[in-house]
């Protein structure tokens, strides 16, 4: 079943065009890698998925009941952000906002929510601790909570191994791939480390101002010109 299809977006600034001639559709359990060079158009899509941006041309189609307001969203973090002063529990509990509707205060389902998904990533243990005092990849479990707590169908993430050791990066990596697999969430990824999810992503879309290309990752393997960005020969 289709979860997301974009017709023919395209977005401009000031005028001027950043990005045209988008086209795909995206199922179900999918697993979609967003890739191409600085300034390419990868972070405007983002924003233009999350509503944030809107199209100058064509049209975003969400499927599967998605609504705008249940895709769970982990950005990029600045300084000011990891040294957030709050708990764990309660950066993780933030995440439930959006289904509260009317409410004033949080319900046992959403602290039940936060308890289960501390739990499915290994985090339980960090529930009192301060969130500015974890190292780099706790802090990204503990933001992937969050962003779980608003969604079970679609989670969209920005460059999320950006700072991570290898180690870490990898196991951040292997996470999504479980969440992915093992629930059925439908994963959207911009990245720039293509040679680190080319094991995991199902499909990929290289952006260079427009749609350069979309298909499976083996397809995107197959082109001759993907080459340097799948070896890791070059980063984008």
């Known amino acids: ?27 179900h359990g999918e ?19 999350l509503h944030l941006n809107k199209p100058t041309k064509g049209k975003i189609i969400t499927g599967d009941g998605l609504k705008p307001s249940e895709i769970g969203y982990l950005p990029q973090q600045t300084q000011i952000q990891r040294d957030f002063p709050a708990s764990v529990y309660e950066v993780v509990l933030s995440g439930c906002l959006n289904s509260m509707g009317k409410r004033l205060f949080y319900g046992r389902k959403h602290k039940q929510r936060v308890i289960s998904n501390l739990e499915a990533l290994g985090i339980l243990s960090l529930k009192n601790k301060c969130y500015r005092e974890l190292s780099g990849g706790q802090q990204q479990r503990v933001l992937l909570a969050r962003a779980l707590c608003a969604t079970k169908k679609m989670l969209l993430l920005d460059e999320p191994t950006t700072g991570l050791d290898p180690v870490a990066a990898e196991e951040f990596y292997q ?16 990245s720039h480390d293509v040679k680190g999810v080319a094991d995991h992503a199902s499909h990929v879309l290289h952006l260079d101002g427009r749609q350069k290309f979309f298909g499976t990752m083996q397809e995107y393997k197959e082109q001759d010109w993907s080459f340097m960005y799948v070896k890791g020969d070059k980063n984008v």
């Not at 395209?10 to 988008?22: M, N, Q, R, T």
């Not at 992915?180 to 959207?188: A, L, M």
């Open 175 to 190: 996470m999504i791939q479980r969440l992915n697999r093992e629930q059925g969430i439908t994963v959207i990824m911009v």
């Open 1 to 27: 079943m289709s979860v997301l299809a974009c017709q023919d977006l395209a977005f401009s600034y000031d005028g001027k065009d950043v990005l045209e001639g988008v086209n795909f559709t995206l199922e």
């Open 31 to 49: 697993y979609l890698c967003i890739v191409g060079e600085n300034g390419s158009g990868k972070t405007t899509l983002m924003k233009g998925l």
